[in-house]
């Protein structure tokens, strides 16, 4: 019996117990959150909380929006005027709504050919097609979008990219290969859908792609990635008020973009009175914390120690299949990122795998089960399981 047989089946893992999540990637837990929950809803019961979530917040109020527009100025440089900006639940509502009006059925959507996996559902949702571009270190190549560009013509109408801690490569685009992405967008008339939910993680990060082609950007920052989980907000940014607010105020009586009135209260008390900034400061913390945990325990990743991204993008061991590896790493009570998940039509992922440092509860479960995870791949792999 060889050391994958033993710890995949000599203690199956038992239904009552949960698995140790690597799957999803959200922020670690801060202890500042739990206080200023308590201090919040202490605070806005004190203020008659009843009257002011009593109706729908639509596109946000002005003190909501002028809060996400404050928060958003940490990334664009400057504020951008309240009339821009959008309150959302969450960015897949927006980009629900930008694909609906942008790109429609029969459009074609272009994207990393690695991408955030929600985004195959939703395109089929929509019956739009989407095009993978290829990436290298920096992410997109330019000259591989140019060429779909060309080859799909006025059927390509969009682009969504997450230039900054990418998931799930973790790449960054440098200031001149945003240049490049934002020429060749504005040279084939291609919108533009950033993702910078991870963009604030960083102490420093390169300017939004959106800066370099403001006419056709829409910049898309929420929070649920940054400072808690449990604050399921996004804000975007349109090219101009007009089309910000023509975009999405139709959609009110028809999708669920909109926000919940309490949860928009506490997003715009928190980003207000700095508490976002202090969980901001709490999840940088900890990641490091995190990543410093993970480098001693899977020595083979050579991790940056100064990174502030907590999902990692990992090669499989060269004995294992993807599948076999994930199969044999939930009976060793883990679960993990399959690559295949995240590709768009190619074989990119089929020897990765990634995992999310900020699941787990506490250090005790991150250490057992990235301790899981390095007894799989110092295994020989199990002929059964791997065929």
């Known amino acids: 019996m060889n050391d994958l047989t033993k710890l995949g089946q000599a203690q199956p893992l038992s239904p009552k117990v949960i698995p140790i999540d690597f799957g999803r990637n959200f922020p670690p837990p801060s202890s500042v959150v739990q206080?200023?929950?308590?201090?919040?809803f202490a605070a806005l019961g004190r203020a008659n909380i009843a009257d002011a979530i009593r109706f729908p917040r639509f596109i946000g109020t002005v003190g909501d929006r002028d809060?996400?527009?404050t928060w958003l100025s940490r990334r664009l440089g400057q504020k951008p005027s309240v009339e821009r900006v959008v309150l959302a639940n969450g960015s897949q509502s927006i980009l629900a709504m930008l694909m609906a009006r942008f790109v429609k059925a029969g459009g074609v959507l272009?994207?990393?050919?690695?991408?955030?996996?929600a985004i195959k559902p939703l395109t089929a949702i929509f019956g739009i097609e989407l095009h993978a571009v290829s990436m290298?270190?920096?992410g997109i190549d330019p000259e591989s979008l140019e060429k779909a560009c060309v080859e799909l013509g006025e059927n390509a109408r969009a682009l969504y990219c997450m230039p900054t801690l990418h998931n799930p490569t973790s790449a960054t685009m440098s200031e001149a290969r945003r240049s490049d992405i934002a020429t060749v967008a504005r040279r084939h008339d291609v919108w533009l859908f950033e993702d910078d939910i991870y963009g604030v993680l960083p102490e420093e990060a390169p300017p939004?792609?959106?800066?370099?082609?403001?006419?056709?950007?829409?910049?898309i920052l929420g929070l649920s990635k940054s400072l808690a989980a449990q604050l399921r907000v996004a804000y975007v940014v349109g090219p101009n008020s007009d089309i910000s607010q023509n975009v999405f105020w139709p959609g009110v009586r028809t999708t669920n973009w909109m926000v919940a009135p309490l949860v928009a209260e506490v997003?715009?008390?928190?980003?207000?009175n700095g508490i976002g900034s202090e969980i901001l400061r709490s999840v940088r913390t900890e990641t490091l914390r995190r990543r410093a945990l993970a480098a001693s325990i899977l020595p083979r990743m050579q991790l940056s120690p100064s990174a502030f991204n907590y999902h990692l993008w990992i090669n499989l061991p060269e004995?294992?299949?993807l599948d076999a590896f994930v199969k044999a790493a939930l009976d060793a009570g883990v679960v993990v990122g399959p690559g295949d998940s995240f590709a768009v039509n190619n074989q990119q992922g089929d020897r990765k795998?990634?995992?999310g440092l900020g699941a787990p509860s506490d250090q005790d479960e991150l250490v057992r089960g990235l301790k899981a995870i390095a007894s799989l791949m110092d295994a020989p792999a199990d002929r059964e399981l791997n065929q």
């Open 208 to 219: 939004p792609l959106s800066l370099y082609a403001p006419e056709r950007s829409w910049y």
């Open 110 to 117: 272009l994207t990393e050919e690695l991408t955030y996996p």
């Open 353 to 355: 795998f990634r995992l």
């Open 35 to 40: 206080r200023a929950l308590t201090d919040t």
């Open 67 to 69: 809060a996400g527009a």
């Open 267 to 272: 997003a715009s008390y928190w980003l207000a």
């Open 136 to 138: 290298d270190v920096e």
């Open 319 to 321: 004995a294992w299949q």
